[in-house]
């Protein structure tokens, strides 16, 4: 049996079923290799403002390993956050026929890439980068140049979507080392959670004082610059919608400003962030999931995955790395200009003029997301190591 060797940040809720869904194919033996412990530990994150840790398991159902991080600060928000000096010993004691990176722009990786060999054991990259938001100056030809000599420690790249394709071919990427891996969650998690998530909704919906009748436009994550949120509030404000209310689940350093701007005007509510157990119930109160995201952070928008799991209508910016593979325009949902106030409104009226459509999106929604699963997924890997002879 081949043993991949995979080297990620840290125990992500996304990842981890993957992780133990790839160990149950019967041709392929796996090792996740962790440069950090956030996320089952009780720690802040900078971005919420919240200390937590997930209450999902992360660590279940493959072989993993903690790298020692000797960082002063550890963590991804800046690049000498994962300092690992062990990792190129520990990966070689597991004697892998391949090793797999899902991210590379910390110092522990770039060292890692100088010294490994990667003509005795080759390198996979799955990555998410994308660039919808053009630029030509000197800046970005540097920027290009230097990442396409990174890419080329690489024998083969799995790319999550369309917008990722595109990246890696701007870094002079050929075609035939291209990999379809889309980005996917636990689909059969909110799958088979659906019918008790709706019930528990619908007791939420009651807790939160939203009346019964009333429709609602969800938006669940960081309150911060890059999500957008007050493109989000103003436009619910100028759309004046009859019957829709608007919920914000979540956190972050933009919380206080959002909550004082809607204490002006009704049908705004806010709940504070919902760890993943909650999840299922936090999409299914929707009638609507908007993610109003600007600028290049926003690679993929996993949050647009859970919410068409439980039948979600989407509407989402151009900058969402997600748009172009999960959103059939005014099939499930819509696509605006990002930071176009104006355009998220006209959206939104859109969206609620024809309330039926609306629901028949969701179903679209539901149907769509059945394809971004691990399956499909593990397919695309699976087919990278096949073309490497690995199999």
């Known amino acids: 049996m081949n043993k991949l060797a995979i080297i990620t940040s840290h125990p992500i809720q996304y990842y981890a079923p993957w992780f133990s869904y790839l160990a149950k194919t019967n041709n392929l033996a796996i090792k996740v290799f962790y440069l950090w412990n956030f996320g089952i530990t009780q720690k802040v994150d900078p971005e919420f403002k919240k200390s937590f840790q997930w209450d999902i398991p992360l660590l279940e159902g493959y072989e993993y390993e903690f790298i020692p991080n000797v ?14 000096p062990s990792l190129i010993s520990q990966i070689k004691s597991y004697h892998p026929d391949a090793v797999l990176l899902m991210t590379y722009n910390f110092v522990s990786i770039y060292n890692f890439l100088w010294k490994w060999n990667s003509k005795k054991v080759p390198l996979l990259f799955r990555g998410d980068s994308h660039r919808l938001i053009f630029k030509n100056n000197i800046k970005e030809k540097i920027k290009r140049n230097f990442i396409t000599q990174i890419y080329r420690h690489f024998s083969a790249y799995l790319y999550v979507g369309k917008a990722n394709y595109d990246y890696f071919r701007y870094h002079n990427i050929p075609p035939e080392k291209l990999f379809f891996s889309p980005h996917a969650i636990d689909n059969q998690r909110f799958f088979n959670q659906a019918q008790e998530a709706f019930e528990q909704a619908k007791v939420w919906k009651q807790e939160l004082g939203i009346p019964e009748n009333y429709k609602i436009i969800l ?25 829709v209310s608007l919920l914000f689940v979540g956190n972050g350093e933009l919380e206080k400003e959002l909550k004082e701007k809607a204490t002006k005007h009704k049908n705004i509510y806010f709940a504070p962030f919902q760890n993943q ?42 900058h969402v790395g997600c748009a172009q593979n999960l959103i059939s325009l005014n099939k499930n949902g819509l696509i605006f200009p990002a930071g176009d106030v104006s355009a998220l409104t006209n959206s939104l009226q859109e969206a609620f003029s024809n309330r039926e459509r609306l629901q028949e999106w969701g179903k679209v929604s539901r149907k769509i997301i059945e394809d971004y699963s691990y399956t499909q997924t593990t397919q695309g890997l699976q087919e990278a190591l096949n073309y490497l002879n690995i199999s």
Not at 71 to 81: I, V
Not at 295 to 318: D, F, K, Y
């Open 71 to 84: 960082s002063k600060n550890p963590g991804t928000h800046h690049f000498w956050g994962l300092q690992n």
């Open 219 to 243: 938006f669940a994550g960081k309150f911060n610059t890059k999500k957008r949120p007050l493109d989000l509030l103003d436009a619910f404000i100028k759309a004046n919608l009859s019957e």
């Open 277 to 318: 157990s909650f999840m299922p119930r936090t999409y299914a109160i929707a009638d609507l999931f908007v993610l109003p995201s600007y600028g290049s952070g926003e690679t993929w928008g996993l949050v647009i995955n859970e919410a068409m799991c439980m039948s979600c209508p989407i509407i989402a910016s151009t």
